[in-house]
């Protein structure tokens, strides 16, 4: 019985033993892969994939108190200050991975804020008045991820962030505005030219946009607007207002308006124009975001008609000595 037992014993560990039985640790499986790179996207450290920069948090700042809530006079011609109110922070999630080669993994992530979009109106010296309209806007990104070592067996198993692409944000259920081309010049030499965010991949760190401080740097758009109900409020053509954020991290956001510059002849898309000069210190990944905003949402407090309605290109840039 005993000599039975051993033999059995025998035969068990040698079919362990035999080839294509023991699992190779240092080959993954698939899904083991895309938990990892799935993981690594959701990072919210990862600066390359900062989508926040379209509130800084200050509408509700600018006035230690106002006057009155709600209703104002359409359209609203003496708008003070305006811009959105995010009332959580929200998470970025995965809406797709696609494995697209045995060391390449492709993910695709959105971020929806979620809020309120602030208008302060002052009609007169002695009266401030305070509207508000719902507020959902989504950005989304693609980054790829490829695996530099793939006989690491820890950590990451060698997975690295390679590329990223713009940032695409859009109003939710509709925005009427579409971004067409985005051109940036700097001073220093830079000079390049966006028209697909989402197709548009940067190697990381070598396609990233480098600026000095004291740099200026020119950012010049065009968009076209298919609202049905345009708002001209200077009597100039412009149904839009278009904002540059800049400078924008976790520590640091800044933003002013763009000049509208008029219509291109040959698309006869609207073209705004602005400028800003570097003054972040070095070394620390920063983002631009141009703001397109429907003039509907800022000068007409009917949120029926006039929704909240915008759409925002970004691009990372790092300031250098």
């Given at each position: 019985m005993k000599r039975l037992i051993g033999l059995m014993a025998t035969i068990l560990l040698s079919m362990l033993l035999m080839p294509g039985c023991e699992k190779d640790s240092s080959q993954p499986l698939a899904e083991d892969d895309e938990s990892i790179v799935t993981q690594m996207a959701q990072e919210e450290d990862?600066?390359?994939?900062?989508?926040?920069?379209?509130?800084?948090?200050?509408?509700?700042?600018?006035?230690?108190?106002?006057?009155?809530?709600?209703?104002?006079?359409?359209?609203?011609?003496?708008?003070?200050?305006?811009?959105?109110?995010?009332?959580?922070?929200?998470?970025?999630?995965?809406?797709?991975?696609?494995?697209?080669?045995?060391?390449?993994?492709?993910?695709?992530?959105?971020?929806?804020?979620?809020?309120?979009?602030?208008?302060?109106?002052?009609p007169d010296d002695s009266t401030v008045v305070r509207y508000t309209k719902p507020l959902r806007h989504v950005v989304r990104r693609v980054a790829l991820y490829v695996r530099r070592n793939p006989n690491e067996v820890t950590g990451r198993r060698g997975w690295?962030?390679?590329?990223?692409?713009?940032?695409?944000?859009?109003?939710?259920?509709?925005?009427t505005i579409q971004i067409k081309e985005i051109t940036i010049t700097g001073s220093g030499g830079v000079s390049v030219v966006y028209t697909n965010p989402?197709?548009?991949?940067?190697?990381?760190?070598?396609?990233?946009l480098l600026f000095s401080p004291g740099e200026t740097v020119t950012v010049q758009?065009?968009?076209?607007?298919?609202?049905?109900?345009?708002v001209d409020p200077l009597g100039n053509g412009s149904t839009e207002t278009v904002l540059l954020h800049f400078g924008v991290n976790r520590q640091h956001h800044a933003r002013k308006r763009?000049?509208?510059?008029?219509?291109?002849?040959?698309?006869?898309?609207?073209?705004?124009?602005?400028?800003?000069?570097?003054?972040?210190?070095?070394?620390?990944?920063?983002?631009?975001v141009v703001d397109a905003i429907d003039n509907g949402t800022i000068f007409d407090d009917d949120a029926t008609t006039y929704?909240?309605?915008?759409?925002?290109w970004s691009a990372p840039y790092r300031v250098i000595p």
């Open positions: 990862d600066e390359y994939l900062f989508d926040e920069g379209i509130d800084d948090g200050s509408e509700d700042n600018m006035y230690d108190g106002y006057s009155s809530f709600g209703k104002v006079f359409t359209p609203i011609d003496s708008v003070k200050r305006f811009g959105r109110k995010v009332l959580q922070r929200p998470r970025r999630v995965i809406t797709d991975v696609q494995r697209i080669g045995p060391d390449t993994i492709r993910v695709f992530t959105a971020r929806e804020f979620v809020g309120q979009f602030v208008i302060f109106s002052k690295e962030l390679a590329e990223v692409s713009l940032g695409q944000g859009n109003s939710v259920p509709m925005a989402l197709h548009t991949m940067l190697s990381v760190p070598d396609d990233i758009v065009k968009l076209s607007n298919s609202t049905l109900n345009p763009f000049e509208y510059v008029g219509v291109d002849p040959v698309t006869g898309d609207q073209v705004y124009e602005g400028s800003w000069t570097i003054g972040q210190q070095p070394f620390r990944l920063r983002h631009a929704p909240y309605n915008s759409t925002t």
